[in-house]
């Protein structure tokens, strides 16, 4: 079992849509939580992070951590075309190793 | 202005080749890293340096020895270059202390034939 697991997709939604992302996890060491936006042939972007459960708002996006359930979701409001892309979370321990999950390619239909 | 930047930015090789990769950042940060990414776009830490000296150093084989001429630069040379190293590797830098907040290169595009 890996360690964080991420639905690859394709998610397909119509803009203006409401777009989840979500990963669980299996390490309960985890404290860090990050989720990075990547373009095709493009380096990963950092969007959020986040070290608490909860929720964290920036702009259009919330991320939101549930540390009991091993559960952390990025919502997306009014998504957008230049939305899509790949969208990787990301999680680290007292190591500071960052750990990926494999991604979820969002694509948002004009 | 690019802040993390890597050449070359395509490599097409053939097995049993030596080839380098190098990285350059000019945030000013004190730690970098070098990530492979394969076809499944599963991206997996292989070394970080923090100011020129290794404090991650995954499951890699020794084929790849990274270098850090100084803390701008984290290079990465391989060696006897195999079909499985086909793959996107991506620098990344951050403050020290601060894993949480990287910044990504654009990616080098391996291709071994």
């Known amino acids: 079992q890996k360690e964080v697991e991420q639905d690859p997709g394709p998610l397909s939604v119509p803009e203006g849509a409401i777009v989840s992302l979500n990963c669980t996890y299996s390490?309960?060491?985890?404290?860090?939580f990050m989720w990075y936006r990547q373009y095709s042939r493009k380096g990963p972007e950092l969007l959020m992070y986040?070290?608490?459960?909860g929720n964290k708002e920036d702009g259009r996006f919330t991320a939101q951590v549930d540390k009991s359930s091993k559960y952390i979701s990025l919502f997306i409001r009014d998504s957008q075309p230049s939305d899509s892309a790949t969208y990787l979370c990301?999680?680290?321990?007292?190591?500071?190793?960052?750990?990926f999950g494999s991604g979820t390619r969002l694509l948002v239909r004009p | 202005d690019t802040a993390v930047s890597q050449t070359p930015k395509y490599l097409v090789t053939q097995m049993g080749n030596d080839k380098s990769i190098k990285c350059e950042q000019n945030l000013g940060h004190d730690t970098m890293y070098w990530y492979k990414q394969d076809s499944k776009k599963f991206l997996k830490i292989m070394f970080s340096y923090n100011n020129k000296e290794l404090i991650i150093n995954e499951t890699v084989p020794n084929r790849f020895s990274p270098k850090s001429p100084d803390k701008a630069h984290l290079n990465l040379h391989i060696n006897s270059l195999e079909l499985g190293d086909s793959a996107v590797y991506f620098c990344?830098?951050?403050?020290?202390?601060?894993?949480?907040?990287?910044?990504f290169g654009p990616g080098t595009r391996l291709t071994v034939l």
């Open positions: 990301a999680m680290m321990d007292s190591s500071y190793k960052l750990i």
């Open positions: 986040t070290y608490s459960s």
């Open positions: 990344a830098s951050s403050q020290v202390g601060r894993a949480d907040t990287q910044y």
């Open positions: 390490n309960s060491a985890f404290q860090y």
